[in-house]
């Protein structure tokens, strides 16, 4: 049972530098999100993806870009890491808007 | 005030030990509640749902107050694997989700 997996599992940036964040779920649901977590703080939703083709603003999305490449899919770009994004970034999925998420093992960022 | 409170604890319990924690949310219209539970450097996982009318999933029971606007988790007889962090989270109207910081537990022998 795969679930969510996202890729990678680590990262080191230089400030400046871009990158993606990939995620995938096998669970054929509709709504995925990029949350990321920092210590002391509860999970802050960046963007989300209420169903295949569609995008949204979460709470922190400055700095970060999103696509829903297809049901399965959806990415998170760094266009420019900045140090206030180091972070451990989850990506999660869940039948609908009102029901559970389920997570993927997670990606630490480090920029440096 | 956060929209979502819990108690960062941590909380350090013996085994075989009751162990209760409480969440606060600020917005009447929630609709949804559920217990995460998240060990060191991993993903959190969905541990349970809250249901209006109270839930039980083995030693582990939920329950929901709209009136007050809390949510609880109860461990009983806890075991040293229930150490980790309990996070509780409100869904709202749409896809507004807000995930508290977080309760940690340690159980010890």
């Known amino acids: 049972n795969a679930g969510v997996t996202q890729t990678p599992k680590f990262q080191v940036l230089k400030t400046g530098q871009s990158m993606t964040l990939q995620c995938a779920q096998d669970?054929?649901?509709?709504?995925m999100y990029w949350y990321r977590q920092d210590p002391g703080m509860g999970l802050r939703l960046i963007y989300y993806s209420a169903s295949e083709g569609t995008t949204d603003k979460g709470e922190v999305p400055n700095g970060y870009n999103v696509s829903r490449l297809n049901k399965r899919e959806f990415s998170l770009r760094l266009e420019s890491a900045a140090p206030s994004q180091t972070s451990v970034y989850f990506c999660a999925s869940s039948e609908l808007a009102n029901t559970e998420a389920f997570f993927g093992q997670g990606t630490r960022l480090t920029v440096v | 005030r956060k929209e979502v409170e819990q108690d960062p604890g941590p909380f350090n319990v013996p085994e075989g030990a009751t162990v209760a924690f409480n969440c606060t949310y600020s917005?009447?219209?929630?609709?949804?509640f559920f217990w995460y539970r998240q060990d060191c450097r991993k993903e959190p996982k969905l541990l349970m749902s809250?249901?209006?009318s109270g839930n039980e999933d083995g030693r582990f029971t939920a329950q929901l107050n709209r009136a007050s606007q809390y949510i609880s988790l109860l461990i009983r007889d806890s075991k040293l694997s229930d150490s980790a962090t309990y996070l509780c989270?409100?869904?709202?109207?749409?896809?507004?989700?807000?995930f508290g910081a977080g309760t940690r537990l340690f159980v010890k022998a």
């Open positions: 669970m054929n649901h509709n709504s």
């Open positions: 809250v249901y209006s």
């Open positions: 989270v409100v869904k709202g109207g749409g896809f507004k989700t807000i």
């Open positions: 917005n009447s219209a929630s609709q949804s």
